[in-house]
């Protein structure tokens, strides 16, 4: 009998012991911190420049694109998140680089690998993706039932003073049409008060701006056909070309993209269902024509002359970027900015402490 409780004292004891090893194994186990598998690049040098490292143009002073806020040296936006994501697609590290409106400039100099925020419709000297984000000169309305405006002196349309937008409604509209304001806020808030049923503003922008104040405002009518935005690589780099291209069609799938939007804009950019207004061309290239003349009378007037211009708006010089509520994801994509070439930057300065009021 004292055998058979030694016995039994024994296996208690291993049996403990085995629990507490495992305790401490255990323990052990949840102090270590998982580290992810790092992604094999898809592309290397010389198909970018530097190894490892995806260099992407933006225009910083092109909110909610890129810009940066009063309060910082980063430069935040849409393209910023979308060039991070492209960048972790190719297994890569992100380097952002302000090239201003001289997208054509930077990659032929080598500066960037890639840029980001090409407007199709301008037709650029480079090879260009698929569109990622949509855009054209859109009508803004308080209900989403309200009707395609017709040319008539009942019609009122609010729109930002020497805008491609103010130029699209006094090309379609009659002069009595329109409602001229200082600031994209102020032509949302003549909506919101009534003085004007619509405001014509870039898609983007306006989606922005909109979305920033807090209105509940509905895309009704588009003024043009939709082009968009898109990366921009060199023509003769065909291997870069094909993994952005893949990279941008894993995004999409995922939801990347669709994620990035919403963040910025508070809702997708799918214009595909948004009807035309009587004037806008079928083929866009007399709207075109009437933007591109728009755009370099704004460019003229405001000194802005480097090529690529970006034609969204002069909305989005006071479009701003707001740094509290839309700081961008990828933290690392933002301090991995180019201070050097992205400082200075004082339009986008005040553009930020625009959109912060």
Same mark, same amino acid.
């Given at each position: 009998m004292k055998h058979l409780k030694r016995f039994a004292a024994c296996c208690a004891a291993a049996v403990c012991c085995a629990a507490m090893l495992l305790l401490a194994t255990g323990c052990q186990q949840q102090q270590e911190s998982y580290t992810p598998p790092e992604a094999t690049p898809a592309v290397s040098k010389p198909v970018i420049a530097q190894e490892g490292v995806l260099r992407v143009g933006v225009n910083a002073n092109n909110a909610p694109l890129a810009g940066q806020p009063s309060s910082s040296t980063k430069i935040v936006g849409i393209d910023v998140d979308m060039a991070a994501a492209l960048a972790d697609q190719l297994g890569l590290k992100l380097e952002v680089v302000d090239v201003s409106t001289d997208a054509a400039g930077a990659l032929t100099s080598g500066k960037v690998d890639v840029v980001m925020g090409v407007n199709k419709s301008d037709s650029p000297s480079f090879w260009t993706s698929d569109t990622y984000l949509p855009t054209a000169v859109a009508l803004f309305?308080?209900?989403?039932?309200?009707?395609?405006? &017709?040319?008539?002196? =009942?019609?009122? @349309?609010? &729109?930002?003073?020497?805008s491609n937008s103010a130029w699209a409604v006094t090309n379609e509209f009659d002069n009595s049409t329109i409602t001229t304001t200082e600031d994209l806020k102020s032509a949302f808030s003549a909506l919101e008060s009534g003085k004007v049923q619509y405001v014509a503003a870039d898609a983007v922008v306006g989606s922005y701006v909109s979305n920033n104040a807090g209105m509940d405002v509905h895309m009704v009518a588009l003024m043009q056909q939709a082009s968009g935005y898109c990366v921009g690589v060199l023509d003769g780099n065909t291997q870069l070309k094909q993994a952005v291209s893949n990279a941008l069609s894993a995004m999409n799938s995922n939801g990347v993209s669709s994620i990035i939007q919403k963040k910025w804009l508070g809702?997708? $950019?799918?214009?595909? %269902? @948004?009807?035309?207004?009587?004037? &806008? =061309?079928?083929? %866009?290239?007399? $709207? =075109?024509?009437?933007?591109?003349s728009?755009?370099?009378? @704004?460019?003229?007037?405001?000194?802005?002359? %480097? =090529?690529?211009?970006?034609?969204?708006?002069?909305?989005?010089?006071?479009a701003g970027t707001d740094s509290d509520s839309k700081t961008s994801n990828s933290d690392s994509a933002s301090s991995s900015a180019d201070s050097s070439s992205a400082g200075g930057s004082s339009a986008s300065n005040d553009a930020a402490s625009t959109a912060s009021n």
């Open positions: 309305a308080q209900s989403s039932n309200s009707t395609v405006p &017709a040319n008539s002196a =009942s019609t009122k @349309i609010a &729109a930002q003073v020497s809702t997708t $950019m799918d214009l595909s %269902g @948004i009807k035309l207004t009587a004037g &806008a =061309s079928d083929d %866009g290239d007399d $709207m =075109s024509e009437v933007l591109n728009a755009n370099a009378a @704004i460019g003229t007037l405001t000194g802005n002359t %480097g =090529s690529n211009t970006n034609k969204a708006d002069s909305d989005n010089k006071t």
